[in-house]
């Protein structure tokens, strides 16, 4: 890093800043996602610019021997990057099992250490960590949407007399891969019909939302007068 800044070193910091930060938030723009290009642009040129601004103060002499200020530079990075964790926290919200936002919080939070890197004149660095950080934006999208997790799920199913019991409900259930963490029962003797509820837990990829087909051929056998399902991802 050279202590004497020319105007050309600085524009080539900013280039590679817009356009390290511009690849990764045009990525999260074109998926939909919260903290997308001009914002991801934004965090990352004011990330550049506290760097560029400390590496023009480098060269400056020390106090006087009459002051007692510190002229410690290092100090505007570190307000940058604590700043950050402010705005990361508010893009986080929790909405009952759902957690939101963990992502672009982290976009943000990476996008400040890129700009730093370009600022502060480590370009290799910069672009590598950008290359790096597209890549797992890009490419394990995909793959964590495949990964299987835990689900949850509420069943009710009302029965006349000819439906399936309770039995035959479970081990349904079991064979297709549905666990029972409960399992409620009423019955009313005036109309002779059977209320089941219970509450389930499988695995499935992470954006499934289709109806279980077990569910739907519940759904479909005589005697079920009304279903009910509710998914509930933990």
């Known amino acids: 890093m050279s202590l004497n800044l020319q105007w050309s070193d600085i524009a080539i910091r900013l280039?590679?800043?817009?356009l390290a930060a511009g690849l990764i938030g045009f990525n999260r723009g074109e998926h939909g996602r919260p903290a997308g290009l001009r914002t991801t642009i934004l965090v990352a040129l004011a990330a550049c610019l506290a760097?560029?601004?400390v590496n023009i103060l480098l060269p400056t002499a020390g106090r006087p021997a009459n002051s007692f200020v510190m002229n410690d530079l290092m100090r505007l990075p570190l307000g940058i990057l604590s700043g950050m964790g402010f705005i990361g926290a508010g893009a986080i919200?929790?909405?009952d099992n759902f957690v939101l936002g963990l992502t672009t919080a982290a976009t943000l939070w990476f996008v400040t250490v890129i700009g730093l890197c370009f600022g502060g004149g480590q370009v290799v660095l910069g672009?590598?960590?950008s290359a790096i950080g597209f890549l797992v934006l890009a490419g394990l999208k995909t793959a964590e949407d495949?990964?299987?997790r835990d689900h949850e799920g509420k069943l009710s199913i009302f029965l006349d007399p000819s439906g399936p019991g309770e039995n035959e409900i479970r081990t349904s259930l079991a064979q297709a891969g549905f666990k029972i963490s409960s399992w409620a029962f009423a019955y009313s003797p005036e109309a002779h019909n059977t209320e089941l509820n219970c509450e389930v837990h499988w695995r499935a990829a992470t954006e499934e939302t289709r109806v279980p087909e077990v569910i739907r051929a519940l759904g479909a056998r005589q005697g079920v007068i009304r279903i009910a399902w509710t998914p509930q991802t933990k």
């Open 127 to 129: 672009g590598v960590g």
């Open 15 to 18: 280039l590679w800043t817009i």
């Open 51 to 53: 760097m560029i601004q």
């Open 93 to 95: 919200v929790r909405r």
């Open 146 to 148: 495949r990964m299987k």
